[in-house]
């Protein structure tokens, strides 16, 4: 019995597929490397070398059908899928067919070989402006960007499949703000180009590899007017998964993977300068266009249901985030 990882070879599934090895799974991980490195996967062998790879597009039914007649699939984690916002707003219908595209076929060749365990890759942009800490039960809001809305319609389209087919069991995990990388060094967050997200901004501006970090407005409603985040270490994220396949259970269940607590950006720089005793230059400029002020979870839920909490804190994900960085 094989799980199979759909972008095993991207940031958060690596880290995953260490998890689930630990715990002496084996895997089945597909990838096409429209955003990870085949590096990734010498680097995953010195860790545990319990899997195979195929470099299979998820959206192509008949490369998946050959997988899933090759192993015995007892069930998938779907991560694979495009996450830049701002792209998606610029390349809209790549995000659709990607993301959406692959859940649909992932999901039905999931029916067609009996595979009943399903573990989807969500976000928690799909609560949009929201009161926090978001919780599950809340009603959606539109998103504002077409990333966002893949994350929804994916989720809805895996709750009618589960309406049709009352023995499949999905767990729909919705992530905070993934950051840091394995204790070890070897994997951790590799962007191309110029990254978007905060925490390796502040690696590559602490390298010198950046001239200083753009902090993105300090006008918000916050302590100290810039933007809060519910930042979660990649490796406590990974647990969170290993903890939602191991408690499938027929029907939907929806988790936020979170910490609870909200850290600003400037609290962030503020602790990576102290676990690291390395300065981040930064200039205050004006908001990005389409981010919320403050986004954190009640993560209360996983914790009664699945038994798994995060256990890392922030200074735990700065000092592994620029351990990764200066070993790449
Ligand atoms: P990532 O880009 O590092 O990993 C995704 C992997 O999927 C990549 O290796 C990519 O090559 C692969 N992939 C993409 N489309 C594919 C396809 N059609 N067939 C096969 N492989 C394909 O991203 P990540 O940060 O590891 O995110 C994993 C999942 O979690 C994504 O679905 C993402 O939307 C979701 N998510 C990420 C974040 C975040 O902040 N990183 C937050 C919320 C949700
Ligand atoms: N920020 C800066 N400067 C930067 C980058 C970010 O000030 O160079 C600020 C942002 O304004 C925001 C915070 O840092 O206040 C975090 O921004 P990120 O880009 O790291 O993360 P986001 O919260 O915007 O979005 C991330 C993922 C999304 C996902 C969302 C879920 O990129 O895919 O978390 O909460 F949907």
Same mark, same amino acid.
């Given at each position: 019995?094989?799980?199979?990882?759909?972008?095993?070879?991207?940031?958060?599934?690596?880290?995953?597929?260490?998890?689930?090895?630990?715990?002496?799974?084996?895997?089945?991980?597909?990838?096409?490397?429209?955003?990870?490195?085949?590096?990734?996967?010498? %680097?995953?062998?010195? /860790?545990?070398?319990?899997?195979?790879?195929?470099?299979?597009?998820?959206?192509?039914?008949?490369?998946?059908?050959?997988?899933?007649?090759?192993?015995?699939?007892?069930?998938?984690?779907?991560?694979?899928?495009?996450?830049?916002?701002?792209?998606?707003?610029?390349?809209?219908?790549?995000?659709? =067919?990607?993301?959406?595209?692959?859940?649909?076929?992932?999901?039905?060749?999931?029916?067609?070989?009996?595979?009943?365990?399903?573990?989807?890759?969500?976000?928690?942009?799909?609560?949009?402006?929201?009161?926090?800490?978001?919780? *599950?039960?809340?009603? /959606?809001?539109?998103?504002?960007?077409?990333?966002?809305?893949?994350?929804?319609?994916?989720?809805?389209?895996?709750?009618?499949?589960?309406?049709?087919?009352?023995?499949?069991?999905?767990?729909?995990?919705?992530?905070?703000?993934?950051?840091?990388?394995? *204790?070890?060094?070897?994997?951790? !967050? #590799?962007?191309?180009?110029?990254?978007?997200?905060?925490?390796?901004?502040?690696? %590559?501006?602490?390298?010198? !590899?950046? *001239?200083?970090?753009?902090?993105?407005?300090?006008?918000?409603?916050?302590?100290?007017?810039?933007? =809060?985040?519910?930042?979660?270490?990649?490796?406590?994220?990974?647990?969170?998964?290993?903890?939602?396949?191991?408690?499938?259970?027929?029907?939907?269940?929806?988790?936020?993977?979170?910490?609870?607590?909200?850290?600003?950006?400037?609290?962030?720089?503020?602790?990576?300068?102290?676990?690291?005793?390395?300065?981040?230059?930064?200039?205050?400029?004006?908001?990005?266009?389409?981010?919320?002020?403050?986004?954190?979870? #009640?993560?209360?839920?996983?914790?009664? *249901?699945?038994?798994?909490?995060?256990?890392?804190?922030? =200074?735990?994900?700065?000092?592994?985030?620029?351990?990764?960085?200066?070993?790449?």
């Amino acid at each position: 019995m094989k799980i199979l990882i759909t972008g095993g070879a991207g940031y958060i599934g690596s880290h995953t597929c260490v998890a689930l090895m630990e715990q002496g799974y084996s895997l089945v991980i597909l990838d096409n490397f429209s955003n990870s490195k085949p590096a990734v996967l010498d %680097k995953l062998r010195k /860790l545990n070398d319990n899997f195979v790879f195929y470099n299979v597009d998820v959206t192509n039914e008949e490369a998946l059908e050959r997988v899933f007649s090759n192993h015995k699939i007892d069930g998938v984690i779907h991560f694979a899928g495009y996450k830049a916002v701002g792209e998606s707003v610029a390349k809209p219908l790549n995000y659709y =067919i990607n993301n959406v595209g692959s859940t649909m076929i992932l999901a039905k060749v999931c029916q067609k070989y009996n595979v009943n365990k399903f573990v989807f890759s969500s976000s928690a942009t799909v609560y949009g402006e929201n009161k926090v800490p978001f919780k *599950e039960e809340m009603e /959606l809001l539109p998103t504002t960007n077409p990333y966002g809305e893949t994350k929804a319609m994916s989720e809805r389209i895996l709750m009618d499949v589960a309406k049709a087919n009352p023995n499949f069991a999905v767990s729909i995990l919705r992530y905070f703000n993934p950051v840091g990388a394995h *204790e070890s060094g070897l994997i951790g !967050e #590799d962007p191309n180009g110029i990254p978007n997200n905060l925490m390796p901004y502040i690696t %590559k501006v602490a390298k010198g !590899e950046l *001239e200083k970090l753009r902090v993105f407005g300090n006008d918000y409603p916050t302590p100290d007017g810039t933007g =809060i985040r519910d930042y979660i270490h990649v490796m406590d994220l990974a647990e969170g998964h290993v903890a939602a396949y191991k408690h499938l259970r027929k029907g939907v269940h929806i988790y936020n993977l979170g910490t609870g607590k909200g850290t600003s950006v400037l609290e962030l720089v503020h602790a990576f300068e102290k676990a690291n005793g390395i300065k981040v230059p930064y200039e205050i400029v004006e908001r990005r266009p389409g981010d919320i002020a403050i986004c954190y979870a #009640d993560a209360s839920k996983a914790e009664r *249901e699945l038994g798994w909490k995060a256990k890392r804190d922030i =200074i735990d994900m700065c000092r592994d985030a620029w351990r990764f960085e200066n070993l790449t």
